[in-house]
């Protein structure tokens, strides 16, 4: 149960109990990926909420032309674990389907 | 047919910068890596604040910077400012240094940048790379002319366009709309959508602009903060941990700006 609190008109506080949101996922998902060093490169991807995201993620980084082995993802402004998760978990944890994607820069 | 050193040529750093660079380069034995924030306009690329890696590895032969950093920082740009290129240091080279086969490799993946290397006594050498090929970039170290001193546009009291002043008001009507564009969909695509019936209101994320206090110029760095967040303060240091690696830093809060000043850091920064 979330405890949300509410201003109204006159400007006091109410305070209402809401019931917790069932959030409801379908089993089909289409994750939006775009190179975070350049956003007009955007791809889509099809796939399950039981797929692996690890596997879905290198799928996309390679559509994106990105070759670095070291890649980073983001989402909703945060960095995002998603190694050995699957595309529900990271869906359910970050709330978000569309996703950045940038390669690790190594200089020498 | 138009080549490309007639339309790019030069790279414009400002002192206060190259000076901040130097100081951290000469005392360390280690690479160091930063990446360049400026703007791209008519013949030249302006150079404006730089951002150290958040290292993943360093040693006196390599850096590895961390990819979650760079995608962070690209988003936090003000509209019109671009992650230009790299900057990084070969503190083994004397004289004029060279770029090695790994920082080529990493420039291609790259794309289109300007990539500095400068030796342990500061010499340096410039490339610019587009999909057209590279081509040898003139670095000039001095002061910013008025004209090319960064100018912010408020528009509609919540995004802070930057560009330089001496922007013609054709160019600003042109590509204001374009950089505009580009914040508002990601703002959008961050944003929310509460639905009711058969209406929505689409709610943009909160942020906080986070500037640097000891820049000469005022870039405001847009962090975006969770709708659920109490400690705002708290999340805002650990996203500039994120993009800026700073550590223990003072922070001015001002909450109605959405504003916050980072007043000083602990240890070597730039």
Redesign the interface.
């Known amino acids: 149960m979330d405890v949300v609190l509410v201003l109204d008109k006159e400007k006091t506080v109410a305070v209402e109990k809401k019931e917790e949101e069932i959030v409801e996922i379908p089993e089909v998902v289409t994750l939006y990926f775009q190179r975070?060093?350049?956003?007009k490169k955007t791809i889509s991807i099809k796939t399950t909420t039981n797929d692996m995201m690890e596997r879905v993620v290198t799928l996309a980084a390679e559509k994106l032309g990105?070759?670095?082995g070291?890649?980073?993802?983001?989402g909703?402004?945060?960095?995002i674990a998603f190694v050995g998760k699957t595309v529900g978990e990271v869906l359910r944890e970050y709330n978000?389907v569309?996703f950045?994607?940038?390669?690790?820069?190594?200089?020498? | 047919m138009t080549a490309r050193r007639d339309i790019l040529d030069k790279a414009i750093f400002p002192p206060f910068l190259w000076s901040a660079i130097e100081g951290i380069v000469k005392s360390d034995k280690l690479e160091r890596a930063f990446y360049i924030i400026g703007f791209s306009w008519r013949g030249k690329l302006i150079i404006y604040d730089l951002v150290e890696f958040k290292y993943k590895e360093r040693s006196q032969t390599h850096v590895l910077g961390d990819p979650h950093q760079k995608a962070l920082l690209i988003q936090s740009l003000p509209p019109g400012l671009k992650l230009l290129g790299i900057l990084h240091s070969h503190p083994f080279d004397k004289g004029k240094p060279s770029f090695s086969s790994i920082d080529m490799r990493d420039f291609s993946e790259f794309g289109e940048g300007l990539f500095i290397v400068v030796s342990g006594s500061m010499d340096h050498y410039s490339l610019f790379m587009s999909s057209e090929g590279s081509e040898e970039c003139r670095l000039i170290v001095r002061d910013l002319e008025d004209v090319e001193r960064p100018q912010t546009l408020i528009i509609n009291g919540r995004w802070k366009l930057i560009v330089p002043a001496g922007l013609s008001k054709w160019e600003l009507e042109k590509y204001a709309l374009i950089y505009l564009s580009e914040i508002v969909t990601r703002e959008t695509v961050l944003g929310k959508l509460i639905i009711h019936g058969g209406y929505a209101d689409l709610v943009l994320p909160d942020y906080c602009d986070v500037v640097k206090s000891w820049n000469l110029f005022r870039i405001p760095y847009r962090l975006y903060i969770h709708g659920d967040t109490k400690d705002v303060l708290k999340e805002v240091k650990l996203i500039i941990r994120y993009i800026f690696n700073y550590s223990d830093c003072e922070l001015t809060l001002l909450k109605e700006k959405r504003e916050a000043i980072i007043r000083k850091c602990e240890g070597i920064y730039v």
């Open positions: 975070a060093d350049n956003l990105i070759s670095s070291r890649i980073g993802l983001t909703g402004g945060v960095p978000t569309s950045h994607i940038s390669s690790a820069d190594m200089l020498g």
